[in-house]
């Protein structure tokens, strides 16, 4: 289950585990699609491509991927929960840029602190929600800790992923990041308002290359600007 959406999606967790489907499964927002897409022109692994949004689909240019849109899993999720902003909600979560597997990232860990702590007392407390591998990391978790609460919403091949996401998103008032993630449109979607910290200085770097890549708002802030359609 690739980041524990298929259990959440209406048209693939009816698919037996015992029917092979070697597909890409969109994941999350794709800042830039093209680039996204091109990444895989050489990769026959999969065969097909299921997308949250028509942006994407007239996007995907491979010849050989035959190409469905399934729709946001985690809105769905939420949707079908009949999920929403609690009325007791309080304080910020903040959703910072991740490192994965493949990147690491870094950022000025001091000013961002800084940044969080200054913020008006109607944004207090503040909750640091960390991706799994940054979670992990005691040199990331440990710098956050020491001045707010650290949750993570866990592994994301695991079914319990989605739920976990929305258990803690949606216990806050307000959501703010130092970037443009998933975590910011999904925030939105949710009625919760999304702001970004002044301090949005980062790096992204391949592990394996040691080259720096581009990050989300550095790629599409324009067409954010545009109501971007995330969700179809």
């Given at each position: 289950?690739?980041?524990?959406?298929?259990?959440?999606?209406?048209?693939?967790?009816?698919?037996?585990?015992?029917?092979?489907?070697?597909?890409?499964?969109?994941?999350?927002?794709?800042?830039?699609?093209?680039?996204?897409?091109?990444?895989?022109?050489?990769?026959?692994?999969?065969?097909?491509?299921?997308?949250?949004?028509?942006?994407?689909?007239?996007?995907?240019?491979i010849p050989s991927w035959k190409r469905a849109i399934i729709g946001c899993p985690y809105v769905y999720y939420r949707r079908k929960n009949n999920l929403h902003h609690k009325n007791n909600a309080i304080g910020t979560v903040f959703y910072p840029q991740h490192g994965t597997i493949k990147h690491?990232?870094?950022?000025?860990?001091?000013?961002?602190?800084?940044?969080?702590?200054?913020?008006?007392?109607?944004?207090?407390?503040?909750?640091?929600?960390?991706?799994?591998?940054?979670?992990?990391?005691?040199?990331?978790?440990?710098?956050?800790?020491?001045?707010?609460?650290?949750?993570?919403?866990?592994?994301?091949?695991?079914?319990?992923?989605?739920?976990?996401?929305?258990?803690?998103?949606?216990?806050?008032?307000?959501?703010?990041?130092?970037?443009?993630?998933?975590?910011?449109?999904?925030?939105?979607?949710?009625?919760?308002?999304?702001?970004?910290?002044?301090?949005?200085?980062?790096?992204?770097?391949?592990?394996?290359?040691?080259?720096?890549?581009?990050?989300?708002?550095?790629?599409?802030?324009?067409?954010?600007?545009?109501?971007?359609?995330?969700?179809?």
């Amino acid at each position: 289950m690739k980041y524990g959406l298929i259990s959440n999606s209406p048209i693939l967790r009816n698919f037996s585990k015992y029917f092979p489907i070697y597909t890409e499964i969109q994941h999350g927002w794709y800042p830039d699609p093209t680039m996204h897409f091109n990444h895989h022109l050489n990769n026959n692994n999969y065969r097909f491509a299921l997308l949250w949004n028509y942006e994407n689909y007239y996007h995907l240019k491979i010849p050989s991927w035959k190409r469905a849109i399934i729709g946001c899993p985690y809105v769905y999720y939420r949707r079908k929960n009949n999920l929403h902003h609690k009325n007791n909600a309080i304080g910020t979560v903040f959703y910072p840029q991740h490192g994965t597997i493949k990147h690491s990232i870094e950022i000025d860990f001091k000013l961002v602190v800084n940044e969080l702590k200054e913020l008006p007392k109607s944004f207090h407390p503040i909750t640091v929600s960390l991706y799994i591998d940054d979670y992990l990391d005691k040199s990331i978790n440990n710098l956050y800790a020491s001045e707010f609460s650290v949750v993570t919403a866990g592994n994301p091949f695991s079914p319990e992923f989605v739920k976990n996401f929305y258990k803690i998103l949606l216990r806050h008032k307000y959501a703010i990041g130092n970037d443009v993630t998933t975590a910011s449109f999904l925030a939105v979607e949710a009625g919760i308002p999304f702001s970004l910290l002044k301090n949005k200085n980062k790096k992204i770097i391949n592990k394996k290359t040691g080259k720096q890549i581009p990050y989300s708002s550095h790629i599409r802030n324009n067409k954010l600007c545009n109501n971007y359609k995330i969700f179809g």
